[in-house]
């Protein structure tokens, strides 16, 4: 399911932190889809955040998913998880997916692309195709 975007990000306060939404609708059943694009801390936090999705740096096609874990979601997690589960979450990015990744990962929109990615995943696993 495909949102189609219908106005800039907004700022909202929910449950003692501010999270920064992106409204829309879903072209092929009409609906209102609401997509959440990041929960702050602090309201500069997520209005920084907002001036960084309009000015393109943030979320762009050359940002890659070490790039959005490390500095991204991680930092989000920490603080709304207990301290084990954040060190946890630390050590699984750090040790096993980004080094998995690699230096780069380029998107590939075709489903080609991502059975060959998996056969490729595989295979430097050991694994049988």
Known sequence: M???QAGEPEVHRQRGKWVVRLSGYDPATGKRRVKQLGTFDTKRAAEAHVRALTDGRV???????AEFLEEVWLPAKEGR?????FDQYSWAVR???????????EPKSDHCGKAKRSANLARSRGDRP
Do not use: M
């Open 2 to 4: 495909r949102s189609v």
């Open 59 to 65: 979320g762009t096609a050359g940002e890659t998913l």
């Open 81 to 85: 998880v207990e301290v084990a589960t």
């Open 95 to 105: 040790r096993h997916i980004v080094p998995l990744l690699g230096p780069a990962i």
